[in-house]
């Protein structure tokens, strides 16, 4: 399984902008994540969706302005963020899980490489 993100950049604070994770390989899994990484500090869970697209959790801090969805047909899940704030900035980055909907980083199974987010106020 291999998943890259894309779409990150720069941007003003009340802006939106959207990512995608795009998939390809064998598939096997049960859900797909979002986390983020600001420097100097750990990978932070987003949010993730189940397989079929039907279940999407989020945390705390996006709830909200965030919103994951799954295009099965482009094999691609997307991340919509919205009103963002400078504390949003952080390299982003989804992930696959073979097992769950998990909110921890160690739970998840494949890792793309990340887009940057800068978000100035």
């Known amino acids: 399984v291999q998943l890259q993100a894309s779409g990150g950049g720069s941007v003003q604070a009340g802006d939106s902008l959207r990512l995608s994770c795009a998939l390809s390989?064998?598939?096997?899994?049960?859900?797909l994540g979002w986390f983020r990484q600001a420097p100097g500090k750990e990978r932070e869970y987003i949010g993730a969706?189940?397989?079929?697209?039907?279940?999407?959790r989020y945390a705390d801090a996006v709830k909200g302005r965030f919103t994951i969805s799954r295009d099965s047909a482009k094999n691609t899940m997307d991340l919509q963020m919205n009103s963002l704030k400078a504390e949003d900035s952080a390299v982003y980055f989804c992930?696959?899980?073979?097992?769950?909907?998990?909110?921890?980083?160690?739970?998840?199974?494949?890792w793309g490489q990340g887009t940057l987010v800068t978000v100035s106020s």
């Open positions: 992930a696959g899980d073979r097992r769950g909907l998990h909110r921890v980083a160690s739970a998840y199974d494949y």
């Open positions: 390989g064998t598939f096997s899994l049960f859900s």
């Open positions: 969706i189940t397989w079929s697209g039907g279940i999407a």
